[in-house]
């Protein structure tokens, strides 16, 4: 969170829905799949006012992986409870969850002070304040 006196910016992730999958794409086992949106938001007073940078995630409960949703429609219908089918060309590896190891190719960082994910333009982590190398 990054606060100067009434107004701050902020990146918010919240869990959308859990989908129920017969075989998922990824491992072929049945299991759970929930949609993840994340985005940035700057608020006055604490209260959200503008949104922007929105991502769509897909974290997997039966191989530990998330994905990220690399089609914005198919992202957007999911968010509204359609049950489409998800394939492999509409998502890009971003974390297995297992390994730890990132793959991810957005446009972010984690600040090796206290781990949070910060952009990549950042000289300073909006979090703890450390200078970013």
């Given amino acids: 969170m990054f606060f100067i006196g009434i107004f701050g910016i902020e990146e918010k992730a919240k869990a959308i829905r ?3 999958v017969e075989a998922c794409p990824f491992c072929g086992r049945k299991g759970t799949h929930t949609l993840l949106k994340v985005y940035n938001y700057l608020h006055f007073f604490f209260i959200p006012v503008f949104r922007w940078n929105t991502r769509y995630f897909i974290q997997t ?3 530990s992986k998330i994905y990220i949703i ?3 429609e198919l992202a957007r219908n999911l968010e509204h409870g359609a049950n ?3 394939s492999l060309a509409d998502v890009e590896l971003f974390r297995d969850l297992r390994t730890a190891a990132d793959y991810s190719n957005i446009n ?3 600040c090796p ?3 949070n994910r910060v ?3 950042f000289l300073y ?3 703890c304040g450390r200078k970013l190398e």
């Fill in 84 to 86: 489409e089918i998800i």
């Fill in 119 to 121: 952009s990549k333009h």
């Fill in 70 to 72: 690399t089609n914005p």
């Fill in 61 to 63: 409960g039966c191989c």
């Fill in 18 to 20: 859990q989908m129920d």
């Fill in 108 to 110: 972010s960082d984690f």
């Fill in 113 to 115: 002070d206290c781990g």
């Fill in 125 to 127: 982590c909006p979090y």
